[in-house]
């Protein structure tokens, strides 16, 4: 089994920046792709970033890209999105998801076997 916990959410205003964190643990080297997700109240998780393993691959929702990075650390078992230029529609509680070996960057939260429990982010205006 594999666990996820995510870290660095909180409250920042428009304009600001917050990097989160996901530390794998657990069977961590049978992770393959690694993904961000986020929910808003009374919405539907809605993909935000995901990452090959080799983190040569990554993929960006339209309304993040250009603002958010991701990256990971396998030897830290760790991946991060740094998100800068927040707006308040950013406003989420955002999750951290992986793969079972199957390593395929996924935009779908269908792809993806483990989740955290998610940090919460909040963008005041």
């Known amino acids: 089994q594999v666990q996820l916990v995510e870290s660095g959410g909180g409250l920042v205003q428009a304009g600001g920046s917050l990097r989160l964190s996901c530390a794998a643990s657990?069977?961590?080297?049978?992770?393959?792709?690694m993904g961000w997700f986020r929910q808003a109240p009374g919405k539907e998780r809605e993909f935000v970033a995901a990452?090959?393993?080799?983190?040569?691959?990554?993929y960006y929702a339209d309304s993040v890209k250009g603002r958010f990075t991701c990256s990971r650390d396998n030897a830290k078992n760790t991946v991060y999105l740094q998100m800068n230029s927040l707006i308040p529609e950013d406003t989420a509680v955002y999750y951290c998801a992986a793969d079972r070996l199957r390593n395929r960057v996924d935009i779908t939260t269908s792809g993806y076997d483990y989740w955290g429990q998610g940090t919460q982010v909040t963008v005041s205006s």
């Open positions: 990452i090959s393993r080799s983190g040569s691959i990554i």
């Open positions: 657990g069977l961590a080297f049978s992770i393959g792709a």
